[in-house]
């Protein structure tokens, strides 16, 4: 969808602050619940990478003007955009379109509810991040419809050391070839109930796991790594290129980000994410 467009226009000079929207890291899991299900995941939540709107031009645009003006009259807002800025790759499973409809949207004044946000982003994507909600990761949430499905605690808190590998990815609005992860709701609830990195951690590689055995690439080196490392366990962005290993806070061992370099992973990254 990446085509020209006015996103790069500064908007008036209205003296208001710069807006910033936190991106996420891939998924503690994704899939479908039950085989006819919708598509369903939880979310990374990841304060490291972000999209930031800017005075003049900005990085190149994700959508085409008539989506943006769509975007706009859904949202009821004036489509006068201001340039955006990015952190992360387009594709990558970082949120990067989710993260620059809600930037844009909070640049040009919009006020009003994270559901409004959510079902403008829908229509405009096919698909969202929840990254409009404030505690993303704290959603069991349907990706293709734009909607709450569960509320749960956060997950553990953790550090996560990750990059990306492998080509872009973009999420595509029908893709709905993903693996039954019914039976991972209730271990993945019970881990966050009781801050269990362990339990969260395996619930996390199951989840990644059944992905790459159905939808490849069957070379991830991820799992060795965490192997290697003494990782909790590994995540993946189940589209996209983000891959992140699990560490209990403080526990990152040397070398870390060295090894994932010298396995072909690129932006390597370190945060924390988790906790209350």
């Not at 395996?202 to 939808?215: K, P, Y």
């Amino acid at each position: 969808m990446r085509q020209d467009s006015d996103t790069r226009r500064a908007p008036p000079d209205d003296g208001s602050p710069p807006v910033r929207v936190s991106g996420h890291f891939g998924e503690w899991l994704q899939g479908r619940l039950g085989p006819d299900g919708p598509v369903a995941l939880v979310t990374v939540a990841c304060d490291a990478l972000a999209v930031r709107t800017c005075d003049g031009a900005g990085h190149d645009p994700v959508f085409v003007p008539h989506v943006l003006a769509a975007f706009a009259a859904d949202l009821g807002i004036a489509p006068r955009w201001c340039g955006v800025r990015r952190d992360m790759p387009l594709g990558a499973g970082a949120g990067a379109s989710t993260a620059t409809l809600v930037a844009l949207a909070r640049g040009a004044g919009f006020r009003g509810s994270a559901g409004a946000r959510a079902a403008a982003c829908v229509a405009a994507e096919g698909a969202s991040d929840p990254l409009m909600h404030p505690e993303c990761d704290r959603l069991i949430w349907a990706s293709r419809q734009g909607r709450i499905l569960r509320r749960l605690p956060p997950p553990p808190a953790c550090e996560i050391v990750g990059g990306f590998w492998g080509p872009p990815l973009p999420t595509q609005a029908d893709d709905d070839r993903f693996p039954d992860i019914a039976d991972l709701v209730e271990p993945w609830g019970h881990a966050c109930e009781t801050a269990d990195l362990t339990a969260a951690a395996r619930v996390a590689s199951t989840s990644a796991e059944r992905s790459t055995a159905l939808r490849g690439p069957a070379d991830d080196p991820t799992p060795d790594l965490a192997r290697a490392l003494g990782a909790a366990g590994h995540l993946r962005a189940h589209t996209g290129s983000a891959r992140g290993l699990l560490f209990a806070p403080g526990q990152v061992p040397p070398g870390a980000e060295a090894a994932l370099a010298e396995a072909g992973l690129t932006g390597i990254l370190r945060f924390r994410t988790g906790g209350a």
